[in-house]
T-cell receptor
Framework: EAGVVQSPRYKIIEKKQPVAFWCNPISGHNTLYWYRQNLGQGPELLIRYENEEAVDDSQLPKDRFSAERLKGVDSTLKIQPAELGDSAVYLC???????????????FGPGTRLTVL | GDSVTQMEGPVTLSEEAFLTINCTYTATGYPSLFWYVQYPGEGLQLLLKATKADDKGSNKGFEATYRKETTSFHLEKGSVQVSDSAVYFC??????????????FGTGTLLAVQP
């Protein structure tokens, strides 16, 4: 079974530029998460999707961050414009439907390391 | 709100030494507890989990017991190997009345095992 796929793996941009990250979850997983991991810290949830609906975006800085999951499968996280403090690793994770095997586990992708200069 | 506190690293051990990484939590309700491991350049992988009090999670020689009375979930391994060198994260979910899906992580503990 293929794991969570993320691209790109690394991205270097200058401040004020836009950037987008893409995630393809494990097939059949209806829940998708975006986390941000600052250097030396644990991941922090930015947004959670159930199918195509964003059910928890309370930690997403909506002035510059946006996300979408139009068909309930792939997702894109965008930052516009990027700031120096956005340098971090952006992790995508997915989990199965409640009641399915491993339903309370989250499976993580390798992440995208963003550097804002 | 819910939170996780784990011991700061780095933890440096010699091969075959005993490992303990302390983790305590604060949560309402009945959270599930997890240990994730992050090898250099890779994403987080679930190492083990426990979903109710007194459960013991185990995998690859690692163990952790869900202790509700001390709100702890310490990670242990009897004999570490160089290949265990990684960052270990303690996490919880479902603290609010059993609702799932939001993982709250500790800050991570770097383990370095020397030959």
């Amino acid at each position: 079974e293929a794991g969570v796929v993320q691209s790109p793996r690394y991205k270097i941009i200058e401040k004020k530029q836009p950037v987008a990250f893409w995630c393809n979850p494990i097939s059949g997983h209806n829940t998708l998460y975006w986390y941000r991991q600052n250097l030396g810290q644990g991941p922090e949830l930015l947004i959670r999707y159930e199918n195509e609906e964003a059910v928890d975006d309370s930690q997403l800085p909506k002035d510059r961050f946006s996300a979408e999951r139009l068909k309930g499968v792939d997702s894109t996280l965008k930052i516009q414009p990027a700031e120096l403090g956005d340098s971090a690793v952006y992790l995508c994770a997915s989990s199965p439907r409640p009641g399915q095997g491993s339903w309370n586990e989250q499976f993580f992708g390798p992440g995208t390391r963003l550097t804002v200069l | 709100g819910d939170s996780v506190t784990q011991m700061e690293g780095p933890v440096t051990l010699s091969e075959e030494a005993f490992l303990t990484i302390n983790c305590t939590y604060t949560a309402t309700g009945y959270p599930s507890l997890f240990w994730y491991v992050q090898y250099p350049g890779e994403g987080l992988q679930l190492l083990l989990k426990a979903t109710k009090a007194d459960d013991k999670g185990s995998n690859k020689g690692f163990e952790a017991t869900y202790r509700k009375e001390t709100t702890s979930f310490h990670l242990e391994k009897g004999s570490v190997q160089v290949s265990d060198s990684a960052v270990y994260f303690c996490a919880l979910s479902g603290g609010y009345g059993g609702a799932t899906n939001k993982l709250i992580f500790g800050t991570g503990t770097l383990l370095a095992v020397q030959p």
